[in-house]
């Protein structure tokens, strides 16, 4: 059983910074494309970012390019989204996700329970 905790979130004012990190067990992750999504109140899940199990390639969404950074701490197998300049529209729950397969993945396998942002104006 694949298990993904996320933490990090919480309250923030427009302009500060949150680091959101998601902790993996049951399976190790080494070799996982982990990504990150959003929901935010009354809209469905979107993309955020994603990174290869290599750590070498990454994706962010335009919304939260320059400001998100996706990163991956190989020897806990923990990704992390540093979030920069946060904006009111970046309010959402944040979930952290892995699959394997080919890059890039369509679609993940592994998800976890979510952890909410709040980005106050």
């Known amino acids: 059983q694949v298990q993904l905790v996320e933490s990090g979130g919480g309250l923030v004012q427009a302009g500060g910074s949150l680091r959101l990190s998601c902790t993996a067990s049951?399976?190790?992750?080494?070799?996982?494309?982990m990504g990150w999504f959003r929901q935010a109140p009354g809209k469905e899940r979107e993309f955020v970012a994603r990174?290869?199990?290599?750590?070498?390639?990454?994706t962010y969404a335009d919304s939260v390019k320059g400001r998100f950074h996706i990163s991956k701490d190989n020897a806990k197998n923990t990704p992390y989204l540093q979030m920069n300049s946060l904006k009111p529209e970046d309010t959402a729950v944040y979930y952290c996700?892995?699959?394997?397969?080919?890059?890039?993945?369509?679609?993940?396998?592994?998800w976890g329970q979510g952890t909410p942002v709040t980005v106050s104006s």
């Open positions: 996700a892995a699959v394997t397969g080919r890059w890039p993945p369509g679609t993940y396998d592994y």
């Open positions: 049951g399976r190790t992750f080494s070799s996982y494309i």
């Open positions: 990174i290869h199990w290599t750590g070498a390639i990454t």
